[in-house]
Nanobody, 118 residues
Framework: QVKLVESGGGLVQPGGSLRLSCAAS????????VGWYRQAPGNQRELVARIISIINPGQTNYADSVKGRFTISRDNEKKTVYLQMNSLKAEDTAVYYC?????????WGQGIQVTVSS
């Protein structure tokens, strides 16, 4: 059974940083595209960041609202996806979800709360 387990969330003050991790129990992890999404109360789930190419992990896509502040990365040996979040703002408050996808097959983590508040 495939599991994606997120960690690293919590409460942080505006301007602070958090690093989210997503550990995958998934055979063939390296060939899956990976991404982070978030959902704030009353809003639809939205893309935060994703690695577009499995060949070139430097090919990334970010939501305009997080460009320059967030960085997505992956470690295929550890089967883990990371989201480094800097200069956090109140509007970054949401439940963050890890996603891995290969063609029509995709898996989601259970979500982790990130709250930015003073």
């Amino acid at each position: 059974q495939v599991k994606l387990v997120e960690s690293g969330g919590g409460l942080v003050q505006p301007g602070g940083s958090l690093r989210l991790s997503c550990a995958a129990s998934l055979s063939g992890f390296s060939i899956y595209a990976v991404g982070w999404y978030r959902q704030a109360p009353g809003n639809q789930r939205e893309l935060v960041a994703r690695i577009i190419s499995i060949i070139n992990p430097g090919q990334t896509n970010y939501a305009d609202s997080v460009k320059g502040r967030f960085t997505i990365s992956r470690d295929n040996e550890k089967k883990t996806v990371y989201l480094q979040m800097n200069s956090l703002k109140a509007e970054d408050t949401a439940v963050y979800y890890c996603n891995v996808r290969l063609g029509e097959t995709e898996y989601w983590g259970q979500g982790i709360q990130v709250t930015v508040s003073s």
